[in-house]
T-cell receptor, first 113, second 112 residues
Framework: GENVEQHPSTLSVQEGDSAVIKCTYSDSASNYFPWYKQELGKRPQLIIDIRSNVGEKKDQRIAVTLNKTAKHFSLHITETQPEDSAVYFCAVLLSGGYNKLIFGAGTRLAVHP | DGGITQSPKYLFRKEGQNVTLSCEQNLNHDAMYWYRQDPGQGLRLIYYSQIVNDFQKGDIAEGYSVSREKKESFPLTVTSAQKNPTAFYLC???????????FGEGSRLTVL
């Protein structure tokens, strides 16, 4: 089945630094790639997504880049703040009419003041 | 106030007992999902439903069952056949397949 690998599993940065999380996938026909943020004790929430017809999308301090040839996509957070501390999940929409979203294992980001 | 509601928030079960987790949404979404969350393993798909009276198995469906008799409701039954049921269960819904998932607050099941 579809495999989504996410790295690193934990990431610690100083406030103001950048953070990058990368995901790779195996289904070359996948065309939708969202990122979810889950703060401690809360439900996951969508923070940004990208479709296969573009290579990059930005929303203020966060951006996602997609390399369809290499089958990987990355989340970039610039000027990190303590409130960015959370678990981040990438996901891939499986193609072929299954319409199911497969998640990576998650990255625990800690931003230290 | 639109949203997705799961109940109960915490549940304890003895081995050998079935338990049903409730998931209700008033967002008028067609698709609904059940995920299991374990530490270090992300969100794993148990079952999903794209439309009323239809559902498909996810990656870890063994020991679970669902129904989708109403658009608003997608209950999950954890049966005694599920070998390791202690986990955090998240229900979600979306307008379509390639759209934002809206999650409930989750149900934490502990088997004693």
């Amino acid at each position: 089945g579809e495999n989504v690998e996410q790295h690193p599993s934990t990431l610690s940065v100083q406030e103001g630094d950048s953070a990058v999380i990368k995901c790779t996938y195996s289904d070359s026909a996948s065309n939708y790639f969202p990122w979810y943020k889950q703060e401690l004790g809360k439900r996951p929430q969508l923070i940004i997504d990208i479709r296969s017809n573009v290579g990059e999308k930005k929303d203020q301090r966060i951006a996602v880049t997609l390399n369809k040839t290499a089958k990987h996509f990355s989340l970039h957070i610039t000027e990190t703040q303590p409130e960015d501390s959370a678990v981040y999940f990438c996901a891939v929409l499986l193609s072929g009419g299954y319409n199911k979203l497969i998640f990576g294992a998650g990255t625990r980001l800690a931003v230290h003041p | 106030d639109g949203g997705i509601t799961q109940s109960p928030k915490y549940l304890f079960r003895k081995e050998g007992q079935n338990v049903t987790l409730s998931c209700e949404q008033n967002l008028n979404h067609d698709a609904m999902y059940w995920y299991r969350q374990d530490p270090g393993q992300g969100l794993r798909l148990i079952y999903y439903s794209q439309i009323v009276n239809d559902f498909q198995k996810g990656d870890i469906a063994e020991g679970y069952s669902v129904s989708r008799e109403k658009k608003e409701s997608f209950p999950l039954t954890v049966t005694s056949a599920q070998k390791n049921p202690t986990a955090f269960y998240l229900c979600a819904s979306s307008r379509g397949a390639a759209g934002e998932l809206f999650f409930g607050e989750g149900s934490r099941l502990t088997v004693l």
